[in-house]
């Protein structure tokens, strides 16, 4: 509870395509990312981010806006679902400063979401 509060998660979904797919999404990113958890009908992966882009961030603490652009290359916990007959990636990662921070990071996982799906959509 303390976590949370002294770094909140930035979340991002993204509806990908249809179930059909489920299956090849998986084992491709088997080759790409660290598979930390795999159940029926979900699967969490750790996608690397730059070590440096969570630097950037510190330019709130100096009265800068926190800027989407600053976390572009963010690493984060990628939950790829299967539920409805759909393809669904969530991301999740918890932001230090979170809230100056949680909106411009959640806007950043949204754009990596959409680069890992763009095969798929």
Known sequence: MLLDLLAPRARSNLEVCA???FAEIIENFEHKHE???????FAKFRVDGDFFSDLKATQVLI????????????GFDLIVICSEGKVWFKAEERVILGYFETKAVAQALLQQLRELAKNYI
């Open 63 to 74: 009265g800068k806006e926190a800027d989407p652009k600053h976390y572009s290359k963010v």
């Open 19 to 21: 179930e059909s797919a």
């Open 35 to 41: 598979l930390k958890r795999q159940g029926q009908g």
